[in-house]
């Protein structure tokens, strides 16, 4: 069709004039419509952006401050069954992270209405960037994949890219 090749509506959801890095898109309140989990380099948190309809025009949203053992900036986030409860949970990378954690996993508490965050990276490397999700053995969970630029070591080279494999299974 001729229409592709046209202008493509601007549809502007939230967060203008923040720095938004990689975002994390998936139906996680099964609406039949897809949130947006976002990012922010402005400060320690993330959004979810909830969409109310299919027209792209109306969103709720909700801010959610960052876990404090995970580095200051929060890069990116994917949206997946990490522990495989049949409910969506966050992938989450971070920079900035010496001392801290490069990689997390959170799973929803819906009693208090938060996120539990989870351990993934360790104390090894210092800023991570996007959260890639997929069962890289095919044994059935998901894993984890991102890239490391920075390393804990003053100066020192990164880790390159990394696969996390989750031992769930």
């Known amino acids: 069709s001729r229409k592709l090749y046209q ?5 502007e959801i939230g967060m203008q004039g923040r720095k938004v890095l990689f975002l994390g898109v998936a139906d996680t309140d099964d609406n039949g419509l897809p949130e947006i989990y976002a990012p922010s380099l402005d400060g320690p948190y993330f959004m979810r952006f ?3 309809d299919n027209t ?3 969103w ?3 801010r959610f401050e960052n876990p404090p053992r995970g580095g200051p900036h929060c890069k990116s986030m994917a949206v997946a069954d990490i522990n495989d409860d049949g409910e969506p949970d966050l ?8 001392g801290k954690l490069c990689v997390m996993w959170s799973e929803w508490n819906s009693v208090n209405k938060d996120w539990i965050h989870h351990d993934v990276s360790g104390l090894a490397g210092i800023k991570t960037d996007f959260a890639v999700v997929r069962d890289m053995d095919g044994d059935g969970d998901l894993d984890i994949l991102t890239s490391e630029e920075a390393n804990n070591a003053q100066e020192g080279s990164g880790l390159g890219i990394i696969w996390y494999e989750n031992p769930l299974k």
């Open 56 to 58: 792209g025009l109306n």
């Open 7 to 11: 202008r493509w509506k601007n549809n």
């Open 60 to 62: 709720s949203r909700e």
């Open 91 to 98: 992938v989450t990378t971070y920079g900035g992270a010496r």
């Open 50 to 52: 909830i969409q109310l």
